[in-house]
T-cell receptor
Framework: KQEVTQIPAALSVPEGENLVLNCSFT??????LQWFRQDPGKGLTSLLL?????REQTSGRLNASLDKSSGRSTLYIAASQPGDSATYLC??????????FGTGTRLLVSP | SAVISQKPSRDICQRGTSLTIQCQVD?????MFWYRQQPGQSLTLIAT?????????ESGFVIDKFPISRPNLTFSTLTVSNMSPEDSSIYLC?????????FGSGTQLSVL
């Protein structure tokens, strides 16, 4: 059974810092990996999707990497802003449109 | 991508009652998904809803407790039946485009 873990559970940084969020999964036979952002009491916003054959994806200040062999993904956020404050979830694709979610990292960026 | 409208956005309900959550997409989608997010936890898939057939439920979820309707390709409902405080969660509908999943804004349910 696929298990997805995210470290740290919570992170607080001053504005402007670069930061890395970590995601690990137990079964390397994944379909894809997706990073989401969740604002308090809200749904999820898709940030990046990495196919199993890819090693990274970039969107603006966000860069996500994937290392299937070690069961890891990282989400790098450059020059963090207070508006980046949210919970970040990684989700491993266990099949087409079938995701197993991690526990999330709650990020707070202070002005 | 299609836009999802989910309602209600939040509700406070009494024990033993039922609540129906609606999800409307502005384009036709084949599969829709319902997730639950218990306080402090990550998302757990409840069921997959295809138009014209019965929903497929994940282990630990049953139709009597979480009946789902999917009358057409743009609409689905999830009912939380005979509620107890343990049902207090955020419920989210979702749909896929290619390999990406998109989510509604969620329904925050509190059961007293």
């Amino acid at each position: 059974k696929q298990e997805v873990t995210q470290i740290p559970a919570a992170l607080s940084v001053p504005e402007g810092e670069n930061l890395v969020l970590n995601c690990s999964f137990t079964d390397s036979a994944i379909y894809n990996l997706q990073w989401f952002r969740q604002d308090p009491g809200k749904g999820l916003t898709s940030l990046l999707l990495i196919q199993s054959s890819q090693r990274e994806q970039t969107s603006g200040r966000l860069n996500a990497s994937l290392d299937k062999s070690s069961g890891r993904s990282t989400l790098y956020i450059a020059a963090s802003q207070p508006g980046d404050s949210a919970t970040y979830l990684c989700a491993v694709g266990a099949g087409f449109q079938k995701l197993v979610f991690g526990t999330g990292t709650r990020l707070l960026v202070s002005p | 991508s299609a836009v999802i409208s989910q309602k209600p956005s939040r509700d406070i309900c009494q024990r033993g009652t039922s609540l129906t959550i609606q999800c409307q997409v502005d384009s036709q989608v084949t599969m829709m998904f319902w997730y639950r997010q218990q306080p402090g936890q990550s998302l757990t898939l409840i069921a997959t809803a295809n138009q014209g057939s019965e929903a497929t439920y994940e282990s630990g979820f049953v139709i009597d407790k979480f009946p789902i309707s999917r009358p057409n390709l743009t609409f689905s409902t999830l009912t939380v039946s005979n509620m107890s405080p343990e049902d207090s969660s955020i419920y989210l509908c979702s749909w896929g485009q290619g390999e990406k999943l998109f989510f509604g804004s969620g329904t925050q349910l509190s059961v007293l």
